[in-house]
């Protein structure tokens, strides 16, 4: 009964687009007008999709908690398949129309799939839940300034403080806590080096991905000044 759940994504994604418009007032006076509503139209699309994503991380952490915390195998049926829905329909996103820098994702979604599948089998179904609760809450922060930047909010001081909370957050969870829970996998897996490695990989991706985010601080606050 919870595979409606797989139609919340594309029609979520519809309301959006029709909802959250580019405002033409902004853009009529330009002069390649087209060209202009276009981009606008494009950074509406990114905003929207961001809004997807923050709304499936929220609710998805939410549900392993309590899963994780009543042991409840409706709630954390529920959750999985919630969360296995959106990461099918944007791997499917991506695929048609993403951009070549969205690929990682692929990955990333295909191993959460797996790891989504396991967990619904009940194997080692605790540990594993750890790790989707803190693989989605070190997202959260990204999606507040992501939505931000794109959103082209006013003040720039307050975009700066959370960019700086959201990587401090990120590096916490994702290099600390994460890594931790990755290099002890191996004293809780049996017979199953696929997930292990996977997960080693995964690690390798979060370093990748937090890299990436400290050199856009660097260069947009700090490069600055040194060049001052």
């Known amino acids: 009964m919870y595979w409606c759940l797989f139609s919340i994504w594309p029609v979520l994604y519809i309301i959006l687009n029709n909802i959250n418009k580019p405002d033409e007032a902004i853009v009529k006076n330009l002069e390649n007008f087209k060209h202009c509503y276009s981009i606008t139209r494009s950074n509406n699309i990114k905003v929207n999709r961001n809004i997807i994503s923050a709304t499936h991380s929220i609710f998805c952490t939410l549900g392993c908690l309590i899963a994780y915390i009543t042991e409840s195998l409706i709630v954390l049926d529920f959750t999985a398949v919630y969360s296995i829905s959106y990461f099918v329909w944007d791997s499917y996103y991506i695929v048609v129309g993403g951009s070549r820098e969205d690929t990682p994702y692929l990955f990333h ?15 080692i179904r605790d540990y594993l839940l750890l790790f989707m609760i803190i693989g989605e809450m070190s997202n959260i922060p990204y999606y507040i300034v992501y939505h931000k930047i794109k959103t082209l909010y006013k003040d720039k001081n307050n975009i700066k403080i959370w960019r700086h909370i959201q990587i401090v957050w990120f590096i916490l ?54 060049n001052d």
Do not use: C, E, S
């Open 173 to 226: 969870l994702r290099y600390i806590v994460f890594g931790y829970y990755t290099f002890t996998l191996h004293y809780i897996i049996i017979n199953n080096y696929l997930l292990l490695g996977l997960f080693y990989m995964m690690y390798i991706l979060g370093i990748y991905w937090g890299i990436g985010q400290l050199k856009g601080i660097y260069r947009d606050y700090y490069n600055i000044i040194k």
């Open 109 to 123: 979604h295909a191993v959460t799939v797996y790891t989504l599948k396991l967990i619904i089998d009940g194997y």
